[in-house]
């Protein structure tokens, strides 16, 4: 089993509701995408 469905897994046997990614890498890519994202509504603000 891979950490993150494993992590998952337990996460959601305590009680949580989980989210993740479909479509953004979770790697430099995606890091630069969530700035991106902060960025734009920081200013906007």
Do not use: R
């Amino acid at each position: 089993m891979v950490l993150t469905e494993k992590v998952h897994q337990v996460l959601e046997c305590a009680g949580f509701q989980v989210y993740s990614h479909e479509q953004i890498p979770s790697n430099d890519a995606g890091l630069a995408l969530g700035q991106l994202y902060y960025a734009h509504f920081y200013k906007n603000k």
